[in-house]
């Protein structure tokens, strides 16, 4: 069956609509994607859910169409038309490296709580602009650059990690202060 995480079932059925509209492949491969407002819109896990939209394409879209009643024709059960895609996916991670969603999402969310949420600015929030911005490039022709299965999933996988655990101070702080950090790390970064 599709799986959709169960984060996606604590929203109200209006939110779901908005979050699947955000969350569609053409949406995501967009340079003016405005994570924020995705943010806002899916309770504060927007990494949970970009993640799931990029990394668990198509099955992610496809589990979301479902469970909001898009058919093959492309009506919502409101009798609203949507436009199914039908196009090329840089990459099928979940059927290539048989991954199971829950599992992605597992990490997902692993990945997301160990964001500091006190951090204005490297929190989670700031992982899921970073992978949307560099899943963009790679639909803009970045894929040239690494063209396999398992270098896009590696550089996409990086963009969700690169900031875990920040502390939200910089190198010079971290030296001032003798933190813990600059003591592991002999003062340099």
Request: glycine share 6%.
């Amino acid at each position: 069956g599709l799986f959709v995480p169960r984060e996606w079932n604590e929203l109200s059925l209006a939110r779901k609509k908005y979050v699947y509209e955000r969350l569609t492949y053409e949406r995501l491969s967009r340079w003016d994607y405005d994570v924020l407002d995705l943010a806002v819109a899916c309770g504060d896990v927007p990494l949970l859910f970009v993640g799931w939209a990029i990394l668990g394409a198509p099955h992610a879209q496809n589990a979301m169409a479902r469970s909001l009643g898009v058919g093959p024709d492309g009506e919502l059960h409101d009798g609203r038309q949507h436009k199914l895609q039908h196009r090329q996916y840089l990459c099928d991670f979940i059927t290539e490296f048989h991954i199971p969603l829950p599992t992605l999402c597992n990490f997902l969310r692993a990945i997301e709580s160990d964001h500091l949420p006190a951090n204005p600015y490297h929190n989670s929030t700031h992982a899921a602009d970073a992978l949307q911005t560099l899943f963009s490039l790679l639909c803009l022709g970045g894929s040239s650059y690494a063209s396999s299965p398992l270098e896009l999933f590696g550089i996409l996988c990086a963009a969700v990690c690169h900031d875990m655990g920040h502390p939200g101070r910089n190198n010079s702080f971290q030296v001032r202060s003798k933190s813990d950090l600059a003591v592991i790390y002999n003062d340099v970064s």
